[in-house]
């Protein structure tokens, strides 16, 4: 999704955690196309009850993305809307995503809002992204679980330094 870093009024919406989903259907119910809405979200591999599934989860729980330019009138329009507890704020004005931090997001979502699988490789102990979202960003990778196939990966959002599991699939050396 290279339309991500074309446009830079970027915004968060801290909505209730669990119903990012739903505030974002009835945000476009209600305010169409004049608005973008986005919901981050990661693809990962996870095991219950003996049994690996792929399960998507929310990036950053209790956010939802909007993209548009913001007044005083859809500012108030927006807290109608239920389930949104508030747009963030920097003292009076209405808080901005840094455009390097969405520059970094849309480099990791692809096509979509999910953050698919890369492939990895490591050789002694460095690891290398052949292929996928993490391409040419070994630099914001923690560490890596090979079992679970999950990289810990440091990312900048609304100015905090958080680590998140993205989904990897590490390959063998031939």
Do not use: Q
Not at 97 to 124: K, Q, T, W
Not at 139 to 166: M, P, Q, W
């Amino acid at each position: 999704m290279a339309s991500l870093a074309n446009v830079s009024d970027w915004y968060a919406m801290f909505v209730m955690t669990g119903e990012e989903d739903n505030v974002k259907e009835r945000l476009i119910y209600s305010f169409g196309d004049s608005f973008k809405f986005l919901v981050p979200k990661r693809k990962l591999r996870e095991r219950k009850g003996g049994i690996w599934r792929f399960n998507t989860r929310v990036l950053f729980p209790g956010y939802v993305l909007l993209n548009g330019n913001v007044d005083l009138d859809t500012y108030y329009a927006f807290k109608k809307v239920p389930g949104i507890i508030r747009l963030l704020r920097s003292g009076s004005d209405i808080l901005k995503i840094d455009e390097r931090e969405m520059l970094v997001l849309s480099r990791l979502i692809c096509n979509s809002e999910v953050i698919d699988f890369s492939h990895v490789l490591v050789e002694n102990k460095r690891v290398k992204v052949v292929d996928g979202p993490l391409l040419s960003m070994e630099g914001y990778i923690c560490s890596i679980d090979h079992r679970k196939g999950r990289a810990k990966v440091k990312l900048n959002f609304l100015g905090e330094e958080r680590t998140v599991d993205l989904g990897i699939s590490v390959l063998r050396p031939v």
